[in-house]
C-alpha cells in the first residue's frame, strides 16, 4: 500500500473533530432554549385556547378532509427548482477544479430537469386549475 | 433564614428584569370594536407613534398578542367572541379597556350593549372618554406599565409558587361587585332621568303639550308630483290616497292588499319611474297618543286633556304598525312615500307581502322590520333575525319593549358562554343556499378580521381560494340607536347622530338637523349653513384619507397608511380648532350651529387647501401605477349599473358604475348650488374605478372647500325662531323670552310638531337618510336612520361569489365598509 503524499487529502480528521463539537454544540443550545421555553413559559390549558382561532367564532366541521389546493403545485414545483439551484450554486464555487467532467454532469441534471419542466407544462401542471 | 433572603434577592432581580422586559415588549391585538378603535389606530400612526412606547405593532391574532384594548362598545352579540379572543391569547396578558362603552356601557344605555366589558373578562386599565383622544390611550398604556411593574412573575416563572403576573382581578358581577348605575350605588329606588319619556310609557301627561308650536312644515307639490299622484289614484281607486299635507315628499295611503301592486306600478309603470328602493322601514303606532285618548283610556287626566293639542277628530287614527317604503326616481330627482297600515287581527302575528320579488334589496330591509318589530312578510325567501342574535326574545322597536339595558337582566359571564353566534354551516342552511358541497370548506372571516373593517362576518364557502357563495351574518355592532331616538330629546340626540358613523362626524349630525329643520319648518341662516358644507367636506376628506389608507393596506402597500394619516390628522386639527371635537364634532344644532367660527378659522383652512391637492398627487404615485395594486384591483368585484340601483347602492360605490347621482348636485341642501364642483364618475364598477372616483372627489372636496372659505357669509350662525332653537348666551342673558326657551330648551327640550320627514345627505358613504316621525313631543316618536351601508353592503355576496379569497378583502377594502351605519 502506497503511503498518501503529503497534501494530497485534506486533514479531515481534525475537520470532522470540529463538525462534531459544533453539531454538539448546535443541539445543546437547541435542547437548551426548548427546555427553557417549555419550563419558563406560562401555560394555561382550556378548552377555548385549545380551539382553533377563526375569527373569534367556532370554526365549522374538520380541518381534515381532501381540500383543492391549486398553490400545491406550485409550490412542490418550486421547491424542485429551489434544490437545482442548490446544486447550481455550489457547482459554481468548484467550476474550474471540477472541469468538463463537472460542467457534463451538471449540463445533464439541467437538461433531465427542463424535460420535467417541458413534461410538467405539458400536463398543464402550471396552469392555474380552479377545482 | 440566610438562604431565603438570598432567594428573594435573587428572585426581586429577576423581577426587575422581567418586568423591565415585559412592560416594553407589550404586544397590542389588532382588535376594533367600534369609535374608539379609530382612535386607537390614530395612536400608531406617525402623531402619536405609540411605538415608542414600546407596544409597536398590532397582531391579528390573538395568539401573537398579550395585550387586548377594549376599543369600543361590547354588544351583547360579539361579548362570546370578545370573551373567546382573550382566552386564546398567550399568558401572562393584560387588558385595557378603552372609552366610555367599554369601561360602562356609556352612553349606550341600550339593550343590545353590555354595560361594561368588566362584566366578562378581567380589566387592568380604564381609559375614560368618548372616544378617548390617542394620548389618553398612550396615558393609558403607561399606566398598564406601571401596573407591569407592581408585579411579581418570577416566583411563578420559576415554578416557586406564590407570585403574581398578567389581570388578576375577578370579573365582575352586577349587584355584588359593580353597580350598573351610572350615577353610582345607592340610587336604585329613583328612576333614571329621562324614563317618564320611556316608550310605552303613557304620555299624556307631558308637558310637550303646553306648548304651542305651529304646525309641520307643509310642502307645496309640484306638478309633476300632482299628476303621479293623480296617475295613482286614477289607476288604484279607493285603495291608494295620497295625504294632503306632506313636509317633504309625496305621501300616498295604501291599502294593505295593494302595496305591492302599487309599488311595481311605481317601479316599471308610472310615467316617472321610481327605480331605487330607498327604504323599507315600520312604526309602530301603538303608543300614538291620540290613539291612547281615543281608547278612552285617558278620560281621567281631563285636566291635561283639555290642552292636549289633538283635535276629536285626529284621534284614533293610527293602525297598529304602519309599513313605510320609500322610493327615488333618478331621472326626476324625486322621492315619493308610500305607506300601509296594519293591523292584528284576533292575535294572529302581523304580516303583509314581501317585495324582494320586486327589489332585491328588499330581503335585508324585510328582515330588519321583521326583527325589530316581529312583523311577517309572506313570500320572503328566509325571513329570520338579522341584527339581534338568534337567542333574542322580544323585538325591540315596539313601544312595549324596554329601551334601556339597565331595565333588563344584567349581561354576564356565563351569558358570554353560552349565547354563541350561529354556526355557519347553519348560516348557510337558513339562507336557503345550497348546502356546501364535499368540496367546500366554510371559512368564517370576521367578526373579528383585520380586513373587514369591523364587526362584519363573512361566511364563505371555499373550493380551493375560489369563492363559491357568500353569506354575511351582521348585528354585531347594533347599538340600537333608533331606540335611543325615542327616549333622547331632539337635541340630546345629535351626539349619537356622529356616533352612527365614526368617521364621517358632522356629516350624519347634517342628515339629522335636515330632517328635524324640515318638519319644523326652520329656517338656517347662511352663514351656519356655509359651516354646515366646510366641516362636511372636511369630514369627506378625512374619511376618504383614512380610506385610502387602510383599502392600499388591505391589498398589500403599507406606505400611503403612513402618509395619508399625517394630512387626516391636520384636518382633525381644523376640525377641533372650529368644533372642539375630533371624531365626533356633536357641533351641529337645530337651526344652526353651537357657536360661531373661532379666530384663525381662515388661515388654518387656507393652509390645507394649498397643500392638500400636491399631497394627494404624491400619495396617488404610490398606486395609481402600481402593477400589483392594479392586479389587486382592476377587474374585480364588479357591479353593473343596472344592480346597483336595483339593490340601492349609493355614493361612490353608485358613482363608480356610471351614474352622476350625488344628492349635493341632484338634490342641493344648504348651498351646494352655489358651489361649482364636478361629480366623479368611472364607468367600469370594480375596485378600481371606485379608487379613481374617491380620490377625485378628494380633489373636489378641497375646491368645495376653497370657495366656502373665500366666500363664507357674516350674520348669525344659529336661527332666532328660538322656539325650537338653544338661543346664543348674549342673546339669552338680555330679555326673559329668550331666557325661557333656553330654559326650556335644555331641560325637558323643546316640542317639534306632530309631523314626519326625511332629511338626506351625500355623506361619504353615499346616502345617509334620517326619517323622524314626531308625535307632538320633546323627543321623536320614531327615528329611522337609513345608513348607505346596510344597502351597500348587501350587494358584497354578488360582487365577491365567483372571486378569490384575497379578492373579497379587495372589494370590502373599496367599497369603503364601516359598520355602525350598517347595523345602526
Known sequence: ?131 | MERAVEANRFLSIADRVINWSRKYSLWPMFFGLSCCFVEEAAAFTSRYDLARFGAEVLRPSPRQADLLIVSGTVFKKIAPVVLRLYEQMAEPKWVISMGSCSNSGGMYDVYSVVQGVDQIIPVDVYVPGCPPRPEALLEGLVMLQEKVCTERPSRKIFHLGGGSQGTERPVLEVGATKSEDPRGPGYEGVPIRGTSLLPGRLQWGSRSDIMWTPSARRMEFSDADLSLAAEVEERFAGRARRELHSSDMLTFEVDRGSVKDVLRFLKNEAKTKYKRLDDLTAIDESARRNRIWSEGMAEATSDVGAVCSFSKKERGRYPDFTVVYQLLSFDAARRVRIKSGLDAEGGAPVSTASVTDIWPSANWYEREVFDLFGIGFTGHPSLRRILMPEWWEGHPLRKDYPGRATEMAPYTFEDARKRQPLDALVVTALDAKAPAGEKEFLLNIGPHHVSTHGLLRCIAALSGEKIKSLDLEIGYHHRGTEKIGERQSWHQYIPYTDRNDYLAGSSLEFSYVTAVETVADIGVPERAQAVRVLLAELYRLSNHLVWLGTFAHDVGAMGPNFYTFVERERILDIIELITGGRLHAEFLRIGGLAADLPDGWKKAVDDLTAIFPRRLLEYEKLLRRNPIFLARTKGIGKISLEDAMDWGVSGPNLRACGLAWDLRKKMPYSGYDHYEFEVPTATEGDCYARYLVRVEEMRQSVRIIEQVARNMPSGRYVTDDYRYAIPRRGEMLQDIETLIHHFINVTRGMKIPVGEAYGATEVPRGEHGYYVVSDGLGSAYRMRVRGPGFANIQTLPLMATGESIADLISIIGSMDVILPDIDR
Request: hydrophobic residues 55%; positive net charge; glycine residues 8%.
Open chain 1, 1 to 131: 500500500m502506497r503511503p498518501v503524499a503529503v497534501g494530497a487529502m485534506s486533514p479531515f480528521h481534525a475537520g470532522v473533530f470540529s463538525l462534531v463539537v459544533f453539531t454538539v454544540l448546535a443541539m445543546l443550545f437547541i435542547a437548551s432554549q426548548l427546555f427553557l421555553a417549555a419550563w419558563l413559559g406560562e401555560k394555561k390549558k382550556s378548552p377555548e385556547k385549545s380551539r382553533p382561532y377563526e375569527c373569534g367564532i367556532i370554526p365549522t366541521g374538520s380541518a381534515r378532509f381532501r381540500y383543492p389546493v391549486p398553490f400545491y403545485l406550485v409550490a412542490i414545483f418550486f421547491l424542485i427548482f429551489d434544490v437545482e439551484g442548490a446544486f447550481i450554486l455550489t457547482w459554481a464555487a468548484v467550476y474550474r477544479e471540477m472541469g468538463f467532467a463537472g460542467y457534463a454532469q451538471m449540463s445533464f441534471f439541467i437538461v433531465l430537469l427542463l424535460a420535467g419542466l417541458f413534461y410538467i407544462w405539458k400536463q398543464g401542471g402550471l396552469d392555474w386549475k380552479e377545482p
